[in-house]
Structures are given as C-alpha cells and as structure tokens.
C-alpha cells in the first residue's frame, strides 16, 4: 500500500527547513522554569522565556524517539501497537457539553463519562479510551481528573489516556496507573497510559503542559506532543506556513522530552486547521484540516516518528448529513494519509465542544468501514478466483457457489447500523433514519455493557488515592 | 506527492495477468454479429457468441487510447481535459426516480431533467453534464434521447453525454451535437460528446451496448466503457477475483473500440463492489466500493488510460447522516486515488436508484472541499510566511496581518451551505438543519439561474432535427 502523499521530497525538506530556521531564530517561549533548565543544559540558548533551538540539537534529539512503541493494555488482548502501519481510534476528547436525542444539549457530568466509557469498551473499532471523554462538570475539580482515570480502568480494559492537568495531574495519574500496573520501573517498561499535551501557538509552552509534558516523560510514558494552530489566527494563514510553525512547536516539544528521557515515546502530533474568516473561529470541518492531516503524515514519516491528526470531526451541530461528510472526509485522509493515531475519531460535534451518543455510534461504523479499507486486498491463487470465473462463465452468477459462502464473511465489511436494503422494503419499515438506529443501539450497549473484574484491593486502593485529593 | 494506492506493484501484476487469462481461456459473449465480425478480423477467436482474446491482442489494443484528451463545450471556458492528474464531476446518471423534501419520491419527469441541468449548469463544482441525470419517464422512450440532449444543450454550455440505448439513439445523439458544433458534417470533428457503455457482468457485452459502442467509436467520439461487477452476485466474492473480471471486461470493450477506430478516446470505467449478503443486492455504500475504486485508478494508470470510478454515491434511502458518509467515502477515494472522471458526483440516492434535489446541494458542497484538497500546497517563500512568523512572533495572533487578508480568499475553501456558526448563533437561527438547509438552497439556484444563449438557428435546427426524428 502506498500512502497519499501531498507534498513533494522538496516540499517537505523545504518546511523542515523553515521550521528549523523558526526554532533557531524565532524561538519559542517556555513558561517554566525546569523546562528552561533542561533545554539549557541541553544546548539550547535561552533568553528569559525565549529558547533557541540550533539545528543539530534538533536533529540530534529527534532521532531519539522511537519509531513505533506499545501501548500495554489491562487486558494483553488490547494491547495497541502506535506507529509504523498501525492505526489506533480513541473517541472524542475534552468535550463540555453532551447531547441525545432524548435529552438534547446539556454539560457532561460523570455518568456521561461513565457512558462513553462503556461504550468505547463495547466498540470493536474503539482502541483506546480517551481521557477527558467529556468534562464531567459534576466532579470537583481538584479530583476530576483522578476520577477520569478511576473511570476508564473499572469499566474497560482497554488502554487509557493520562491527564494533562500540569505536574500534580501528571503525577496522580501515574500514581494510579501504579495501583494497578507496578511501580514506575514497570510502568516504564510497560507504558499504560498515553497523555495529549499541546503548545500554546504560536510558539509557547504553557507552565501545565510543561509539567506534564516533563513528568510522564520522566515516568517514560508516552505523549502525544500536539500543536493546534489555526490558519489566519494563531498561525499565517497560508497553509505551508501553518505547517511549518506546527512543526517547529511540536519538534521544540519532542526535543524537552528526550532530553529528559532519552528514547521516551512519542507521537508527532499535528491537529491544525483553518480560520473561518466570517466568525475568526476555528473550522475542524474543512478541507484544509484534511490537508493538514495529510502534510503532518508526511511530516513525520520524514522524522520516522508515529503521528497523530484527523478524527471524526466537524463543524456541525448535530449529528446530520454535513457532520458526516466532514467526519468520513477527516477519517478517511487520515486512513489514506497513514496517520497512526485517531484522537476524535468518535461521537466529536461542534467544533470539539459536545459529544454525541448517536453520533459516537454512527462514527464507530466509520471506522469500521475505514479499518476494512485499511486491510486492503489480499491477492492469491484462491481469491483471485480464476476457476470460479470458469465455472460460472458468462451470464452465469455466483450467488450459489461455495467459494461465496466461504468468503463473504471475511471478505466484506458487515454493516452494524447502516441500512442497504431497497426502498420499499426501507419505508415498510417505516422510513428508519440512522440516528433513531445509533440512540436506539447506545441504549442497548449501555443497558448490556458488563463492567471487567477489577480486583478488591485494586478498586479500593485507587478510590482511597482519589481521597486524598479531596 | 504521489497518490494512495491499494495495490503492491505485484498484486496488480497478478489482477493483470488473472484478466488476460480470463479474456484469452473463458473469453466473453458479444450479442452482436456486427462486433463479432471486427472482433474476428481482429485476431480474436470466435465460437458462436464466444470470443477469446490473445493476450498479444488486448495488450497491443489497449496501447492505442490517448492518455488523455479534451473534450469540447460550447463555451470553450468549460471544455475538459479528461485524464492525467486532472479530476472532472459529472452528477448522478440513470436514476428513475427523483425526490425532494417537500414533494417526497416520486417518478422522474422531463421537468425534473430540465432541472438537474440547470443545477449543475450553476454549480461551482460539477464539470460536466450528465447524459441520464434522471430518466424522464413522462417521455416516451424512443425520443428520450432526442429531449434530453436538447435540454443538455439547450440550458447549460457544459460539456454534455449522449444515449448509448443502442445505434439509432447513439447516432441521433452524434448528429445533434454535430448540429451544435456547426461542422455541418454528419459527425463532429473533435470530441464533444461522449457515451457511457457498460458491460453485461458477468463476461458479456449485449447488441444495445455494442450498437453504442461502435457508433461512439466510428464516429471517434469518447466513451466511457465500464464494468460494475457486484462481488459474490454477478462477480467473485473475493474482492480481487472481481477486480480481475472486471478488468477483463473493461478491456475487451476498449480492444473492440481501438479495432473500429484507432486511437479512439475511451475512459476506463470500474465501478464494481459488492452483495449485500442478506439480500443479494448491490451494495455502493459499502468500503469494499471505496476500495474498488482505488484500486481501479491503478490499474488504469497502469495501462495508462483515463479512469472513472467512485462518486457521491451510497446506500442510503434519504439525504442525512448515511447517504453524507459513504458519499464522502467514495468521493474522496475517488480525488486521492487518482481518478480523473467521477461520474455520480452529485445527487445520487439509493444505491443509483433516486436523485435527491437536497443531496445534489449537500454532495456539490463535498465536491468542492475534495476540489481544495486537489489544489493541495503551494509552497515557495511567501506562503511558508517566515517573515510573518517573525514578525508576531511567541504569542501573538495574525489575525491584523496584510498577509492573512491577501491570501485567506485563496488559500481557504469557501462554503455554500455547511454552517460553522457557533452553537449558540445555530440556536438562534432555529437549529438549521442540513439538507433543510440545501431545500431552500437549491430553489435559490433554479429561481435565479439563467441559461447560457443559445443562438437562435442553433437552436431552430436542433428542434427541427428532433420534429423530424419523432
């Protein structure tokens, strides 16, 4: 299989070149005093907040990070391989409010959390769980994330997402990561947990994601080093320029983390997209995010280093007919374009602000049609079918032979919510519309969902910690 | 840059090589003694109906279509570069039935046909004409040919498609458009009809196609010759065995094509996918026809011919949150696999069984952002925008900056109908919805459009031309 590829090998050596030109002489402020430690000591050059990247330095510390890394599972099953020709879902992330059909939109609290949960753990296209599903805006704060992390583990066993809620978040999900898997030693040979921490574009670190960033890498668990900026508003507005400074933040932020911990996990993390120039807010539903998605693959195949961009995302309100034509536009190129991790890649709405049951369903048939997409075609003597093209001839048809029954199964993709029988048959049925299906099929999942074992001591010891955060 | 390719190089030469023996030791069946007689003079060899093809034969004949050529409009402004790295949208073909919001499914008439002309006569995005966009039942058949070309003409200076229900319609076709290009000769003198020829899977071509076929190519006009294999019904189950016999199919039409007129411009056309299991029909909506595409623009490339496949084509029943996904699907399959003519590019409904005025609105909208995406990156020093960078440097916004005013019309795909308002602005507005949204929009368009001048002897001679056939 060969990737789509956007830019040419003088296109992408000419961004790098920009970035690396962006980081020697433009710089970029960290705002934190023990990151600046670390990058002077380092090599870099620091003026107040501002660091200074020298090319080699750059070169030197990316080629550090691995080009493909595990993500251990409770359950050794699910455990996720990120990187290489490996492609990995996570549902949506950070979403404040929530809405159904039923109930409409309202903010999440922590039984929607529990819900995304449960069905992430039920999907059998949902990798991994994302940490912050929604904000559940009914847990205090001081123990919200601790609670996340609590969630994620009693009621799946697949892998998980770390807080990025600065050192103390960093820390406590460690921490409880610990209860569970061993002490860090184990945990950095086995990484658990990945966290998203991103730049503050253009061209900042903030003291959170720093912490965070400096603590999981210290633990030896893997980040995503993200940049978002926005075309026209916290970036330039032509897109390789976009592109460029993307690239300089996430590099700067891949440069601190191996410089505290040779050979930490990474993924390339790049989810920037466009200005809609009428309101000055960001547009995840156009095709410049597609583009970008592309153009950040490439990127980093260039560095050798797994990537993260695209999803299931949108501009859309509600889950209708342009939600999906931009969620399949922005899951489909990160599919062709060989993106290795998916953060979004369900439920997302509105510009990252709602998740939404019904269309967490329908995106997960998304991604199930993306994954058979992704499996290709396999081409021997038997599928390619010579002696049944014999048998049957000409004007003959297939319908009853053996080699049908034999392979359709595994041949074709089995829709679970989609509907393609004919039109009369549809309206007999009376005119079902797939979101009425996807609410009806979320209820069902959360109504059948049976939570994993998790052992006494395990869930005790870990609602103990929360505790003491309290 | 370089496009996604499903196939390793080997897997490809072994579909090729699968096909050749397909044509050369199962051979297909030609319903038509006029074309087993040119077949025959051509080094096949023939048994009653049954023709076998020489591999020497079909690989010296499948040499001989351009790469790519130009097709002619009215109005020189849209005449069409057919093949290369070019993508052209035609809309939907073929559909019996046509529905709206308001009035619901109904039987299409020729008022409806008059009407999908206009729409796409307006559109920004859809290139050419279709020659069935929707099938005027209100019309008599015999002379549905004659009405709908005129319509095609008569308000809109595209480029246009003509009948191949057999030799009668197809050279009435070719005269009216000879009428229109004022060769005054019986047959145009460059390519500015064309025709869509299919075969009869499996392994057959019937009387009615091969009429068309070889008028279009006597004639040197372009055609399209297609196969739409279904996987487990009419083809193999196994995805590879049906690209193999759709291959065999498509190129036995073009071998015959190059033997009436070498050199005769043909598109090669691969629309195959497969069974829905549970009923034995044809699936459009599914993966397996994304992957069909992608691998037919490879395998086009590798006989260096032009190539349509894909379109904003689905299953589903109704423009919404199903038809919107698999059309995006298949739509943006179609741009980064490399196919340069997509037929079904808007409106299409219920695997090719209905055009929807709202889904043409909604799919127009698709194929302008997958347009941007075509256009890709322009990199060079003021797009990479170091200097801008420079100057707001760590923190600031770009917002203010002549850069972004100068280039964000350009650089940013402007949407027709997608809403990226806030939540809260959506709200106020009354939660628009999106294909309510395309209902007000495409009674917009056909209030306000006004077709293109026709000259008025142009026109009296085509009328006259089809008085005197009726």
């Not at chain 2, 600031?396 to 402007?414: A, N």
């Amino acid at each position: 299989m060969q990737w789509y590829e956007l830019l040419t090998e003088r296109e992408v050596e000419q961004i790098h070149e920009t970035s690396i030109q962006i980081l020697a002489t433009v710089g970029v402020d960290f705002r934190y005093a023990p990151a600046l430690k670390v990058l002077k000591k380092g090599g870099a050059r620091v003026d107040g907040e501002r660091v200074f990247f020298p090319g080699r330095l750059v070169d030197e510390q990316i080629a550090k990070a691995p080009a493909e890394f595990t993500l251990y599972a409770r359950d050794s099953d699910y455990d996720v391989l990120i990187g290489g020709e490996h492609m990995a879902f996570a549902p949506g992330y950070g979403a404040t409010f929530v809405t159904d059909m039923e109930h409409g939109r309202r903010e999440g609290i922590q039984r929607d959390f529990k819900n995304f949960v449960k069905l992430t753990d039920a999907s059998p296209y949902q990798d991994i769980c994302s940490g912050i599903v929604i904000e559940p805006s009914d847990v205090p704060h001081e123990i919200r994330h601790a609670q996340a992390i609590y969630t994620a583990i009693k009621y799946s066993t697949k892998p998980f997402m770390g807080s990025a809620m600065g050192v103390q978040g960093a820390r406590d999900s460690i921490q409880l990561a610990s209860i569970l898997f061993g002490d860090q030693n184990q945990l950095s040979q086995k990484p658990r947990m990945i966290s998203i921490l991103c730049s503050l574009t253009p061209l900042v670190f903030d003291e959170r994601m720093l912490g965070a960033i400096m603590e999981y890498a210290g633990a030896g668990q893997p980040q995503l080093i993200s940049s978002l900026a926005i075309a026209g508003a916290t970036s330039p507005v032509t897109l390789p320029g976009t592109l460029a400074v993307q690239n300089a933040e996430v590099l700067a932020g891949i440069v601190l983390t191996q410089l505290i911990r040779e050979g930490t996990p990474v993924v390339f993390a790049g989810a920037s997209s466009a200005t809609d120039m009428r309101t000055g807010s960001l547009s995840i539903g156009s095709p410049e995010m597609a583009l970008n998605t592309a153009a950040t693959a490439q990127m980093a195949r260039f560095y050798g280093l797994p990537v993260r961009s695209g999803g299931a995302i949108c501009d859309a309100k509600s889950p209708d007919a342009q939600a999906a034509g931009e969620s399949m536009m922005n899951l489909m190129m990160a599919q062709v374009s060989g993106i290795n991790f998916v953060l979004h890649s369900a439920g997302i709405l509105d510009s990252y602000n709602c998740i939404s049951y019904e269309k967490f369903i329908i995106d997960d048939e998304l991604c199930g049609m993306v994954k058979r997409i992704k499996q290709g075609y396999e081409v021997n003597a038997d599928k390619l079918a010579m002696e049944v093209i014999r048998e049957v001839g000409p004007g003959g048809h297939y319908l009853d032979r053996d080699h049908t029954f034999d392979h359709f199964r595994n041949e074709f993709y089995q829709p679970q919510l989609f509907r393609r029988d004919d039109f009369v048959s549809w309206q007999l049925n009376g005119s079902p519309r797939c979101m009425q299906a996807a609410h009806n099929r979320a209820r069902e999942i959360l109504e059948s969902h049976e939570s994993p074992e998790l052992p006494a001591d395990v869930d005790r010891d870990m609602q103990a910690f929360i505790e003491t955060l309290r | 840059m370089h496009r996604f390719e499903i196939l390793t190089k080997t897997q490809l030469e072994k579909v090729h090589a699968t096909s050749l023996r397909i044509l050369e030791e199962i051979g297909l069946d030609f319903g038509h003694v006029p074309a087993l007689e040119v077949l025959k003079k051509g080094g096949a060899k023939i048994d009653g109906q049954r023709v076998f093809f020489p591999a020497r034969l079909v690989e010296e004949q499948i040499k001989k279509p351009p790469a790519e050529f130009t097709l002619h409009a009215r109005n020189p402004e849209n005449n069409l570069v057919i093949g290369g790295r070019n993508t052209v949208f035609a809309p939907g073909y073929g559909a019996p039935f046509v529905t709206d919001l308001v009035n619901g499914r109904r039987k299409a008439t020729l008022n409806d046909f008059e009407n999908f002309v206009k729409l796409t006569g307006a559109s920004a995005h859809q290139d050419l004409l279709s020659g069935t966009v929707v099938e005027p039942t209100d019309i008599s058949p015999e002379i549905r040919h004659l009405r709908m070309l005129y319509a095609s003409i008569k308000y809109s200076d595209k480029c246009f498609m003509g009948s191949t229900m057999g030799a009668r319609a197809a050279r009435e076709c070719l005269q009216m458009a000879s009428i229109l290009s004022g060769s005054g000769a019986d047959l145009p003198s460059k390519p500015v009809i064309f025709g869509i020829v299919g075969a009869l899977t499996p392994l057959k071509y019937d009387a009615r196609m091969l009429e068309a076929l070889m008028e279009y190519a006597a004639a040197g006009q372009p055609q399209i010759i297609a196969s739409l294999a279904i996987a487990g019904a009419t083809g193999p189950v196994t995805m590879a065995g049906n690209l193999a016999l759709q291959n065999a199919e498509v190129m036995a039409g073009i071998v015959l094509a190059q033997l009436i007129r070498e050199g005769t411009p043909v598109i090669f056309g691969g629309v195959s996918s497969n069974a829905e299991m549970r009923n034995g029909t044809l699936s459009i909506g599914s993966p397996e026809m994304a992957m069909n595409a992608a691998a037919t623009a490879q395998i086009a490339r590798f006989y260096k011919l032009p190539v349509r496949g894909g379109g904003a084509v689905c299953d589903a029943k109704s423009p919404g949150a199903q038809a919107s996904y698999e059309s995006m699907m298949n739509l943006l399959m179609a741009r980064l696999s490399g196919i340069n003519f997509v037929l079904h590019g808007a409106g299409i409904l219920e695997s090719f069984n209905c055009m929807s005025y709202e889904k043409f609105v909604i799919d127009d909208e698709m194929c302008g952002m997958v347009r941007r995406i075509q256009r890709g990156y322009e990199v060079n020093p003021d797009t990479l925008a170091f200097d801008v960078v420079r100057e707001v440097g760590p923190g600031g916004h770009f917002l203010d900056k002549d850069h972004t005013f100068d280039h964000f019309r350009s650089e940013f795909y402007q949407p027709q109908l997608s809403n990226r308002d806030d939540y809260v602005s959506w709200q106020g507005n009354g939660f628009p919805q999106n294909v309510a949204t395309a209902n007000k929009k495409y009674q917009e368009i056909l209030e306000t459009y006004e077709p293109p001048e026709l000259p008025a002897d142009v026109d009296n001679d085509l009328l006259r031309f089809i008085e005197k056939h009726t």
